[in-house]
């Protein structure tokens, strides 16, 4: 192993395997095989244990290199899979070869589904379809590898474990600062699909790159610009920038100048994948960056604000565990830091949101207590948040009865935990602004369930 070439390292790795195969139907008609593997102590050629800088080994199956094809009976290379070890003989199946590499099995366990054993002399059962009979079969291997690697390919071959790689060569990189590493890593998470940022290590590294660039001249070199734009261009599209990204993406643009960024920018602005799904509070810290963006001198308008809220309402989660205390914090950050007439679009289009969700009673009442400081502004036309306060004396009223509902004629948890204010304030609202059908609805609850005014 060690005359593969200079520069090779030799490390001694133990490791489990488990296989599961689980067959399907009465008579087994068909199978799959699950393989998990687990890294538990990795030496080097000294002995000692450097099992927690080599973590990246993960990435590596220990399984054979070759196969033989059930049909053609043809035995075939498989690279592709990232295999990496040989097996004795060439009679090796798909489902029956691991061991070669792995020894006898330690340990073996079994589990059935949908049999009866006594349906018939066969131990197979006649009440359940084909579908719902299945057997699975636990193994579990351990053993020791001897594995060689070239410390050249290092960086690639951490890179393989996709997002985990990467953060963990980025993190590499920033305690050493090393720029040298930084192109080499830069160079793979722009050629590989799988290998990119997490939010985590976009920052940290576009944090160091704005740290060592301290003279002018040295900002505006192209090289230090393409890096910048590679590490915005290396984000995940699994990921949305936080707050704490959007801030540095700023402080970037502030000294790199946000025209040479603007490519980038765009291309990250533009990818609704990675919104889908995301809570409110997420397209208002977007909506907050673009703002925060057009007001930098010299910066071209982006078109971005109209954007991010036909985003909100096609691609944000409606999910009732929305933070709305959060929410609230970011939309009065926001009014502060920009101003009423600049985010009232984008506060009207995330209070409609929050109406199209299943709100708990204390996340409507939070609400309720926003739309009436936002009412309170000198900026804030009267009416012009009319249609939001009918709509949160409607939620009011639907999520009162469905808490009272739960919790068997009394306020939860959740609701007690408000002021009696709040409350009180809450039902003041719906009698001056509510529409005659919520007033009569809360009515219903309030005879129905006397209880509500003891508790108050």
Known sequence: MKAAGKGWKLLIVNANMKRTETSYGYEATWSHVDQEYTIIEVFDEEGNDVTESMAWLDIAEFDCVSKRDRKTGNVQLDNEDGMLLATKGDNYTYFEGCSNNWGVAHSESHESTGYDSDSDGYGYGRYHYDSDVSRTTTHQYKDTFLLAYDTAAEVDLMCLGGVKGVSAVASKIVVTQDCSLLDRLLSVVESDNESKFDISSCQQLLEMVTELTTR??????????????????????????????????????????????????????????????????????????????????????????????????????????????????????????????????????????????????????????????IQGLQECLPGSLQQHVVDFTSDFVTSMGNDMEKASDHLSGKATNLSKFSILRSIYSLFEHGTESSQRDFGRIVCKRGTLFSVL
């Open 216 to 373: 002018r001249r040295d900002a505006l070199s192209r090289s230090n610009i393409d890096k910048v734009n590679k590490i915005l261009l290396g984000l995940a599209t699994s990921f949305e920038p936080s707050k704490e990204l959007f801030a540095t993406i700023l402080t970037a643009g502030d000294k790199f100048g946000h025209t040479n960024l603007s490519v980038s920018v765009v291309k990250l602005l533009s990818d609704t994948t990675r919104l889908r799904q995301h809570e409110i509070s997420s397209f208002l810290c977007r909506a907050n960056f673009i703002l925060e963006l057009n007001k930098r001198p010299g910066n071209f308008q982006f078109n971005y604000v109209e954007n991010s809220i036909r985003d909100l309402s096609t691609h944000a989660s409606t999910s009732s565990n929305q933070r709305v205390s959060t929410i609230r914090d970011s939309i009065l950050e926001m009014i502060e830091r920009h101003g009423w007439a600049v985010v009232e679009d984008v506060v009207k289009a995330a209070l409609a949101q929050l109406h199209r969700v299943r709100p708990r009673i204390d996340q409507v009442v939070i609400r309720g207590g926003l739309i009436r400081k």
